[in-house]
Nanobody, 120 residues
């Protein structure tokens, strides 16, 4: 089937930047939306940003102006450029591909996550 693998997480000081990537492998005909979620310790997973197949993007208020989501359809890859990071951005970041069309029909897929730690 399809597997999503995130990369780019790590430890960074407040005010710093990181760029996350999520690459999909497997037989994929098309992908509707690509999204980034995050889950901080003791909290529920929350949406960070989403980009649809047409390139329209939406951000949660807490990352507007600091994070940028983009996608490379030819590479089945989504990116999250994170600038001006704050300690409260510390979380495991997950990518989610929604409306993935393949030999399996239509499905949604999650990555396993990459840890981002922002020190004060």
């Amino acid at each position: 089937q399809v597997q999503l693998v995130e990369s780019g997480g790590g430890l960074v000081q407040a005010g710093g930047s990181l760029r996350l990537s999520c690459v999909a492998s497997g037989s994929i005909f098309s992908i509707n939306a690509m999204a980034w979620y995050r889950q901080a310790p003791g909290k529920q997973r929350e949406l960070v940003a989403v980009i649809n197949s047409g390139g329209s993007v939406n951000y949660q208020d807490f990352v507007k102006g600091r994070f940028t989501i983009s996608r490379d359809n030819a590479k089945n890859t989504v990116y999250l450029q994170m600038n001006s990071l704050k300690p409260e951005d510390t979380a495991v970041y997950y990518c989610k591909y929604e409306g993935v069309r393949g030999p399996f029909g239509w499905m949604n897929f999650w990555g396993k996550g990459t840890l981002v730690t922002v020190s004060s």
